[in-house]
C-alpha cells in the first residue's frame, strides 16, 4: 500500500460512522476512571480513620483541630466521589443524545437509568448529600469505638439529615432503613458497586449494539496501522 492509499484509507476511518462511535465508548471509559480514582481516594481516608494506629494523628483531646480539618477533607472527597457518579450519569445521557443512537435503545437506557439513579434509594442518597454539602454545608461524622472486635467505625450521621425536608422519598428511605448512621466504607462500597455494574451494562449493551460499526472501523484502524509499519519500515 502506497501513501496515497493510505492517505484514502484514513479518510474512509474518518468519515466512518463507527470511529464516532468508538470515540464515545472510549470517552466514556474514562469517565469511569475519573470515578474510581474518586472511590479509591475517599475509601483510603476513611481506612485511615479506623486504623487503630492513628497515621492521621487524630486522637486526643488536644487535637480536635486536626480531627476537624480531616474530617473536611472526608466531606470534599465525598462530594468529589459523588459528582464523579453524577459525572457517568450525565455522560450517558449525552451519548443516549447522539444522532446515530436509534429511538428504541435510547428509550431502553433511559429507562435503566432512571430505574437505577431515579428510583433506588442509595444512588438518590448519595447525589442528594452531594447537594446537601454544596448547599448546607459539611455532613456530620462519627468515628466510634467497637469492641468485638475492638477497632473504630467511621460513620456518617443521618438523625441530623434525615429530619431536613428538602429530601426525594428514595433517598429518605434510605436514610430511615440506616438510621442512626451509616459506615463510611460501606457507603462507598455499595454505591462504587452499582454505579460501576450500570456503567459495566450500559458500555457492553451500548457496544453490542453498535457491533458491526465498531468492529468494521477497528478492522480499517489494524489494517492502516499496519501498512503504515510496512511503509516506515521500507
Not at 16 to 21: A, C, L, N, W
Not at 67 to 77: H, K, N, T, V, Y
Not at 144 to 152: D, L, N, S, V, Y
Not at 195 to 200: E, K, L, P
Amino acid at each position: 500500500m502506497n501513501n496515497q492509499e493510505i492517505g484514502e484509507l484514513d479518510a474512509r476511518i474518518e468519515a466512518h460512522p463507527g470511529k464516532r462511535i468508538l470515540g464515545a465508548l472510549a470517552a466514556y471509559t474514562f469517565s469511569r476512571g475519573i470515578f474510581s480514582g474518586n472511590a479509591q481516594e475517599l475509601s483510603r481516608l476513611a481506612t485511615q480513620f479506623e486504623d487503630l494506629r492513628d497515621p492521621l494523628k487524630i486522637e486526643g483531646v488536644d487535637r480536635h483541630a486536626r480531627l476537624d480539618s480531616q474530617f473536611g477533607e472526608l466531606a470534599r472527597r465525598l462530594h468529589n466521589f459523588a459528582a464523579g457518579g453524577k459525572t457517568i450519569v450525565d455522560h450517558t445521557k449525552m451519548l443516549l443524545n447522539e444522532d446515530f443512537v436509534t429511538g428504541a435503545f435510547r428509550d431502553e437506557q433511559r429507562e435503566c437509568m432512571e430505574a437505577i439513579f431515579g428510583r433506588e434509594p442509595l444512588p438518590k442518597f448519595v447525589q442528594e448529600l452531594r447537594n446537601h454539602v454544596v448547599h448546607n454545608g459539611l455532613p456530620r461524622f462519627s468515628l466510634e469505638w467497637t469492641f468485638e472486635p475492638q477497632g473504630k467505625m467511621l460513620t456518617l450521621d443521618l438523625d441530623g439529615l434525615v429530619a431536613e425536608r428538602n429530601w426525594s422519598a428514595p433517598a429518605r428511605s434510605y436514610m430511615v432503613a440506616h438510621m442512626p448512621s451509616v459506615r463510611v466504607l460501606d457507603l462507598v462500597s455499595s454505591y462504587e458497586q452499582q454505579v460501576n455494574s450500570f456503567h459495566s451494562h450500559f458500555f457492553e449493551s451500548f457496544k453490542f449494539h453498535f457491533r458491526n460499526s465498531v468492529e468494521e472501523v477497528i478492522r480499517l484502524i489494524t489494517e492502516l496501522n499496519v501498512a503504515c509499519v510496512k511503509v516506515q519500515s521500507g
